[in-house]
């Protein structure tokens, strides 16, 4: 893909400047372009002849104001849209030149919770930090967003206890969606975007189900297994919408469980163990259905990890400490909350891939927390 890291784009090619001799032509030039494509983000470019990189290219854009070249070897993309990139050098004495024609897409949108002035309110942004709206504005706290299919679905405690509204992404008014007055958090809209988990009651909250009209809300079956005693939040749904991830207490200790949505009682089995005193929470499931991350602090301070699902090996995502609350994108990255001093928080995004490259999401002033994607 065109916006994946690593992408080579030759797109379009051509030799100049021959001496007229066919004998002597000089060999076909490309641009090859590796890193990612998108708004706000720096490439690699290089001009290739024959099979060999060309020392000393000289490369351009057009539209000038849409990208800027950095170093000579490397494009700041600045817009969304259309780039041509050329560039020109000489190749065993003969000069040649090409261009490449990219299509630069603008990040994706996430929505979040934003603390400004002492109150709590949905939000929605670009990665890079474009087209930061305010999507709430009630006195009462807002807050632990999730949207599918043009809807923001999250908490709000304008009617007094914690429950269910929803907003249309698109800007409009509010109406509550959970059907009674139990304390419910962390919800979690399905694939299709028509069903609703979240955590329901207080001191001890179990995985509840609902349509997304508000009614027919069941207990997650395959969580129960008969404790009381077990604190059970943060569901999320597999990409088939037939699974779903959450942490339990279930064991004495926080770890991550994943039942099918519609198994037997007490019938989802264990994914990450929070076992010898450490805690394995807010599991969040991929797009391409093959890896849950959550925060952790088995290694010391709580920080991100990876579970493949088919094999249950976990990798470590980030050695920062004081993150958490991760969440997909659909194009492979994850976004999460991580602790910047005095109580406040701030948003940032990592590849999987390139975990060791941390990007902040400009969010502007307050303190901003549980991101998620808008597919």
């Known amino acids: 893909m065109r916006n994946a890291l690593g992408i080579a784009a030759a797109l379009f090619c051509a030799a100049c400047e021959s001496n007229g001799s066919a004998a002597t032509a000089p060999p076909a030039a490309s641009i090859s372009v590796s890193g990612r494509v998108e708004r706000s983000s720096t490439a690699a470019v290089q001009l290739i002849a024959g099979n060999a990189a060309v020392p000393g290219a000289v490369f351009t854009v057009e539209p000038a104001a849409n990208a800027s070249v950095i170093a000579g070897d490397s494009v700041q993309f600045l817009s969304g849209g259309e780039l041509t990139v050329s560039a020109r050098g000489l190749a065993a004495g003969d000069s040649v030149h090409a261009s490449a024609v990219l299509e630069v897409p603008v990040p994706p949108t996430i929505v979040f919770d934003r603390l400004t002035n002492g109150n709590r309110d949905i939000w929605s942004v670009q990665l ?93 079956a395959a969580a129960d297994a008969g404790s009381s005693g077990a604190i059970e939040e943060r569901p999320a749904w597999s990409p088939a919408g037939d699974r779903i991830a959450y942490m339990t207490t279930r064991d004495g200790w926080a770890g991550i469980y994943v039942g099918q949505t519609t198994g037997a009682a007490g019938s989802a089995t264990p994914l990450v163990s929070g076992a010898n005193g450490y805690a394995s929470v807010e599991p969040a499931w991929s797009f391409d259905g093959n890896t849950i991350a959550f925060a952790s602090d088995r290694d010391g301070p709580t920080d991100l990890y990876a579970v493949t699902i088919a094999t249950g090996a976990v990798a470590r995502l980030t050695t920062s400490g004081n993150v958490g609350q991760p969440a997909w994108l659909p194009d492979g990255r994850l976004v999460f909350t991580q602790s910047v001093g005095a109580g406040a928080y701030a948003l940032r995004w990592l590849d999987p891939a390139d975990s060791a490259h941390v990007h902040a999401i400009p969010t502007g002033a307050g303190s901003a927390e549980h991101a998620a994607p808008t597919p």
Request: zero cysteines; glycine letters at 16%.
């Open 128 to 220: 890079d930090g474009g087209a930061l709206t305010r999507l709430t504005s009630d006195t009462s706290d807002d807050r632990e967003p999730t949207a599918r299919g043009g809807h923001v679905y999250f908490i709000s405690y304008r009617t007094g206890t914690a429950q269910v509204f929803k907003t249309p992404i698109a800007g409009g008014a509010a109406t509550r969606v959970s059907g009674d007055n139990v304390t419910v958090g962390y919800p979690a809209l399905a694939p299709g975007g028509a069903m609703l988990a979240f955590a329901s009651g207080s001191g001890f909250p179990k995985i509840t189900v609902s349509d997304t009209a508000g009614g027919s809300e069941t207990r997650f």
